[in-house]
């Protein structure tokens, strides 16, 4: 029986995110406790989580600093 990751597919959302070669379109899975897993054509990129103010507090991804960067502000931007 498969365990529940408690990410909410049905609330995803898509960004464009502009990477060295080439810009794609990444899923973003919301869960109820302000944790974001970000998923590239079906691979698990990492994890973000995020306070009530919409500051990321954790990340567990290795993704460098530029493409993070993209990602704190796409979350921002969809949420405000």
């Known amino acids: 029986m498969r365990q529940q990751s408690g ?3 049905e609330h995803q959302f898509h960004v464009l995110i ?3 070669d080439d810009e794609r379109s990444l899923a ?3 869960d109820e406790k302000g944790k974001f897993l970000v998923v590239d054509q079906g691979k698990i990129l990492g994890q973000l989580g995020f306070d009530k103010h919409l500051n ?3 990340c567990h991804c290795e993704l460098d600093a530029a493409i993070l ?3 704190n502000s796409e979350i921002k ?3 405000s």
Request: proline share 11%.
């Open 69 to 71: 960067s993209q990602l």
């Open 18 to 20: 502009n990477f060295k």
């Open 7 to 9: 990410f909410l597919p």
């Open 56 to 58: 990321c507090v954790s």
């Open 77 to 79: 931007n969809h949420y």
């Open 28 to 30: 973003v899975l919301p």
